[in-house]
């Protein structure tokens, strides 16, 4: 009871404090906005000026600490989140108990990791979208329509202070496009060829495993027609249409982007499920757990990279929303229109100008603002535009096909955050799996054959679709690219890095606009009559001055 008192008491008196305090606050505030009147009764305006000017000095004053405290809540948690992963990937996997202690489970070469250790598909916005919820970073989208607004008035203006005139024709997207039917009877081939072909072979592979006696010599030899199909039928095929019926550049970039597409989804789909057909056991279960058509089919058409039986799924399409990404992607076309007509035709035109090295040095800094331009443009219409109206289409939730690649203070981080579909593709599929084959120590040779693959097809693309080869991309990938990746490294975090990053990307952009502008008028105006293959790999701009 002596307690129960000495309670009460304290309750009271902390009470009566309580009160005391909250009095004395509200005299301050009553004291603080009670505004001196003068004689006629009327409030002093020049002290309701200067109480507003302390409310925001205070204001101001507190914003820092504001700020700092919820950076702090929002460290902790996604510090929470991490751990959560990490917990996640160190619990033994449901997987591992159906393989048997002989095996060693999955430190055994035998078996690979199941599905469920690689990327985890979760419900998120894309970073864009979050961004445009800001009234600043829209402001800046718009700045963007309205340098392409200028293009288009002054594209405009000159031509019709040239022709007399308006001249809206679109000549180059015309011929850019050209000879649509040969690339949609190729792309249809290409989609049949990849929905029937890797998902039958699979499914006879995994239908009569487990029943062979020879094993390895029934999964080789499955393993060999998918090899075949790859190479050959998805491979070569759309090659050798781009080059035979000489496509036009982006033509060519639509049915050689597309035969990339579907060589990693064809592959992903069988190295996602083998694991699940190697470890089924035949005594639990007779039947054979093969995925359906319907989530294959799914898979092709969904903006990733990485197989799933399920995904997650958004309960309604936006059909405005779709409208409004196809919008932006065609006026990222005309856009792109504009810089080649107003930036870069004129400079590259005299190509005679720009064969020594005061022209070309200027090319290379005027190609600068032009080439990061294109840079942003393929960033929004693809990356952003084009593969989040599919994902609405498809109710496809998981949106993080890029990340915050422009705050990069690194190369390494830039590579990572610039196109996540990608990035997801080689590091399950070619880092970790080259690490699974070699082991640990080699993450360096890992990272590097990463690099040579990432190159190597980029380089393709740019040959099938320009009509030459000229390795300025492979040059930059694996000289700068991986010095840079390796010696600005994560630990690098000021913002002088961040600097550094972009004046060598924009640098390099106007290396890249330059040199293959170059090249290409090299081939305009410097044709061969009987080319040999010599001819084709060595540069031709490097000698065609020689002929003016």
Known sequence: MVGEENIS??????????????????????????????????????????????????????????????????????????????????????????????????KSKGSRAPPEHGKVFVARKSVLDELFEVEHIRT???????????????????????????????????????????????????????????????????????????????????????????????????????????????????????????????????????????????QKTNTVQVPKVSQYLYF????????RDAYPRNPTIRWSYVATKFAQVLGSLFYTYYIFVRLCIPTFRNYKENLNVRGLVLCIFNSILPGVLMLFLVFFAYLHCWLNAFAEMLRFADRMFYKDWWNSTSYAKYYRTWNVVVHDWLYYYAYKDFLWLFGKKFKAIAMLSVFTLSAIVHEYVLAVCFGYFYPVLFCLFMCFGMVFNFILNDRRKGP??????????????????????????????????????????????????LKF
């Not at 308006?166 to 190729?186: H, I, M, N, P, W």
């Not at 106007?510 to 410097?526: D, M, N, R």
């Open 9 to 106: 008491v304290r309750n009271r008196r902390s009470t009566y404090e309580t009160a005391e305090e909250k009095e004395d606050l509200s005299k301050r505030h009553e004291a603080d906005w009670s505004f001196p009147q003068s004689s006629n009764g009327r409030v002093d305006i020049d002290h309701l000026v200067t109480r507003k000017m302390q409310l925001l000095v205070e204001a101001e004053q507190m914003k820092p600490a504001f700020m700092q405290r919820i950076d702090s809540h929002f460290t902790e948690f996604v510090n929470g989140l991490i751990a959560k992963s990490v917990q996640l990937e160190s619990s033994p996997p449901a997987f591992s108990a159906v393989c048997s202690e002989k095996d060693g489970g999955f």
């Open 140 to 282: 800046i989208y718009h700045m963007f329509i309205a340098l392409l607004i200028l293009f288009i008035l002054s594209t405009l203006i000159v031509d019709f202070i040239d022709e007399g005139r308006l001249v809206l024709e679109f000549d180059l997207l015309v011929y850019a496009f050209g000879k649509s039917s040969v690339v949609f009877s190729t792309w249809l081939y290409m989609f049949l060829s990849t929905l029937t072909v890797p998902y039958g072979l699979f499914l006879l592979w995994a239908q009569g495993y487990h029943g062979s006696s020879h094993k390895t010599i029934h999964s080789a030899f499955f393993g060999g027609l998918f090899t075949i199909f790859q190479i050959f039928g998805l491979g070569m095929g759309p090659a050798y249409i781009a080059v035979a019926y000489n496509l036009p550049p982006a033509s060519a970039f639509i049915v050689i982007l597309e035969q990339v597409r579907l060589l990693m989804k064809g592959y992903s789909f069988i190295r996602e499920n083998a694991p699940r057909i190697l470890s089924f056991t035949p």
């Open 300 to 307: 092709l058409f969904a903006p990733t990279l990485i197989y």
């Open 496 to 545: 002088i890095w961040n600097v550094f990053m972009w004046s060598t990307l924009f640098l390099g952009q106007g290396v890249i606009l330059t040199l293959y502008s170059l090249e290409w008028y090299a081939y305009k105006h410097c044709p061969l009559k009987n080319p040999t293959f010599l001819d084709y790999v060595k540069p031709r701009s490097w000698t065609c001055h």
